[in-house]
Nanobody, 121 residues
């Protein structure tokens, strides 16, 4: 069982930056691929980014590529999402997710409670 707790959301102006963190419980964090998803009001949840268990591989949705960067620190059981050049359309609740396998754009077993990111124009 893995418990995930996101933090770092907030209100930022367009063009600004935020860094989200996701702290995971458990002793086997380094075995899990991790990902970030987001869900805007009235929209489906969508994939944002994923990182392999070792951190050696990453993937991004086209809408955030070049602006967001995912990373992880397996010594701290934490995954990060650095978000730069934020746009109003990035406004959403951001969720952290984990799966005990290779990274995937959709299928994750554990989810955090989410953190709100609001980008004002």
């Amino acid at each position: 069982q893995v418990q995930l707790v996101e933090s770092g959301g907030g209100l930022v102006q367009a063009g600004g930056s935020l860094r989200l963190s996701c702290a995971a419980s458990g002793r086997t964090f380094s075995s899990y691929a991790m990902a970030w998803f987001r869900q805007a009001p009235g929209k489906e949840r969508e994939f944002v980014s994923a990182i392999s268990s070792t951190g050696g591989s990453t993937s991004y949705a086209g809408s955030v590529e070049g602006r967001f960067a995912i990373s992880r620190d397996n010594t701290k059981n934490t995954v990060y999402l650095q978000m730069n050049s934020l746009k109003p359309e990035d406004t959403a609740v951001y969720y952290c997710a984990a799966r005990l396998a290779t990274m995937d754009p959709a299928n994750y077993d554990y989810w955090g409670q989410g953190t709100q990111v609001t980008v004002s124009s």
